[in-house]
């Protein structure tokens, strides 16, 4: 099978909430923790963090090299483009796109986009749980042949599409046929924010990890949806 290579998206430098990534839940970063959840996928063969250049991110490279694995460092303004060289430099050749504001990433909902990827290729060139949402904000999944990241590359050179790696795929149907992968009823909550960009984001994912992670390190999107359910029928009157 192709090389399936999982590049995150991280850096220090974020507006709202600066230094996002490595925050800390249940004694550990933030950005551990994902890399962690991860590689418990069982066809993502590596996890490489795309990060930049700025002096700020130093400590993203230093807590990647402490955990074993690759740290491509570019652009901080052309994001698309240091996600592609972070897939080149793992020798990528199915990519699958995360962001590091995505924490409480489901190993298991990987998969699945992945395998909803593999199964519709070569007919197909692109598969997200993104455009239709379905799940909580913050499980965001995208997949598609390194080569068709590349090309999107090459041919993408408004900001916008710089910016947010995958939009000018999505943008172009003509170009680019996708699968949009849907959460089962069970999960699908798409006004649930699980992702970390505000205080509140933060203090939500802190709660999930300090009640979860002790006891159940691989805890799901289930055992998520299960916790915060009980908080709020906790303080119901």
Same mark, same amino acid.
């Given at each position: 099978?192709? /090389?399936?290579?999982?590049?995150?998206?991280?850096?220090?430098?974020?507006?709202?909430?600066?230094? /996002?990534?490595?925050? %800390?839940?249940?004694?550990?970063?933030?950005?551990?923790?994902?890399? &962690?959840?991860?590689?418990?996928?069982?066809?993502?063969?590596?996890?490489?963090?795309?990060?930049?250049?700025?002096?700020?991110?130093?400590?993203?490279?230093?807590?990647?090299? !402490?955990?074993?694995?690759?740290?491509? $460092?570019?652009? &901080?303004?052309?994001?698309?483009?240091?996600? @592609?060289?972070? =897939?080149?430099?793992?020798?990528?050749?199915?990519?699958?796109?995360? +962001? =590091?504001?995505?924490?409480?990433?489901?190993?298991?909902?990987?998969?699945?986009?992945?395998?909803?990827?593999?199964?519709?290729?070569?007919?197909?060139?692109?598969?997200?749980?993104?455009?239709?949402?379905?799940?909580?904000?913050?499980?965001? *999944?995208?997949?598609?042949?390194? +080569?068709?990241?590349?090309?999107?590359?090459?041919?993408?050179?408004?900001?916008?599409?710089?910016?947010? @790696? =995958?939009? #000018?795929? $999505?943008?172009?149907?003509?170009?680019? !046929?996708?699968?949009? %992968?849907?959460?089962?009823?069970?999960?699908?909550?798409?006004?649930?924010?699980?992702?970390?960009?505000?205080?509140?984001?933060?203090? $939500?994912?802190?709660?999930?990890?300090?009640?979860? #992670?002790? +006891? /159940?390190?691989?805890?799901?999107? *289930?055992?998520?949806? /299960?916790?915060?359910?009980?908080?709020?029928?906790?303080? $119901?009157?």
């Amino acid at each position: 099978m192709a /090389k399936v290579v999982a590049t995150i998206e991280a850096r220090m430098g974020s507006s709202r909430l600066p230094g /996002k990534v490595l925050k %800390v839940a249940a004694g550990t970063p933030l950005l551990a923790l994902m890399v &962690e959840r991860v590689r418990r996928s069982r066809y993502v063969d590596e996890v490489v963090v795309a990060t930049t250049t700025m002096p700020g991110d130093d400590a993203i490279a230093e807590l990647c090299q !402490r955990l074993g694995i690759r740290a491509f $460092r570019g652009s &901080e303004d052309d994001v698309l483009g240091r996600v @592609v060289e972070a =897939g080149r430099s793992a020798g990528a050749e199915t990519s699958v796109l995360l +962001t =590091g504001d995505c924490p409480l990433i489901d190993p298991v909902i990987v998969d699945h986009v992945v395998c909803a990827f593999l199964e519709a290729s070569p007919h197909v060139q692109y598969a997200s749980n993104v455009e239709v949402r379905s799940y909580p904000d913050g499980l965001d *999944v995208q997949v598609l042949a390194w +080569t068709t990241l590349e090309e999107s590359s090459r041919l993408a050179h408004e900001r916008p599409f710089r910016e947010h @790696v =995958g939009w #000018y795929i $999505r943008r172009h149907p003509e170009r680019y !046929r996708r699968i949009d %992968v849907v959460a089962p009823a069970g999960l699908a909550n798409a006004s649930l924010r699980l992702t970390l960009d505000s205080d509140e984001d933060y203090r $939500r994912i802190c709660r999930v990890f300090e009640a979860l #992670y002790p +006891t /159940k390190e691989d805890f799901s999107l *289930v055992d998520v949806l /299960k916790l915060l359910a009980e908080g709020e029928s906790s303080q $119901r009157p």
